[in-house]
């Protein structure tokens, strides 16, 4: 049974022109792209509703990423040379899930 994405695209353009009109071209990159990413979820969320300590601890729990975006952000990291406490501190995740992640992906 294959699962359903939501339409973040159509969500946040709704969201954006009913209350934050001011916001639209900030978002524009994100909502002119065919379909967004989870990292582009969690960017336009940001320019949306900025990033509180009580929101980010709240929202963590919800976060998902799939195997794209784990690259990705494994990548970002590597490119960069960061630790696993600049990463994580970058996309507000744990440092676990990081380690856990190069052990699963086999990325040193």
């Known amino acids: 049974m294959k699962m359903n994405k939501p339409n973040y695209k159509l ?3 709704d969201i954006i ?3 934050y009109p001011s916001k639209k071209k900030q978002c524009s990159n994100f909502l002119n792209k065919d ?14 509703f ?7 601890k709240e929202n963590q729990k919800f976060k998902s990423y799939d195997q794209n975006t784990i690259s ?8 960069n040379k ?3 406490s600049q990463t994580a501190i970058e996309f507000k995740m744990s440092r676990n899930t990081l380690t856990s992640w190069k052990k699963k992906y086999s990325i040193k």
């Open 11 to 13: 969500i946040y353009s």
């Open 17 to 19: 022109n009913e209350k």
């Open 35 to 48: 379909e967004l990413t989870v990292l582009d979820v969690i960017n336009i969320n940001r320019i949306i």
């Open 50 to 56: 900025g990033s509180t300590e009580v929101n980010a």
């Open 72 to 79: 990705r952000i494994l990548t970002y990291q590597k490119e």
């Open 82 to 84: 960061f630790t696993n």
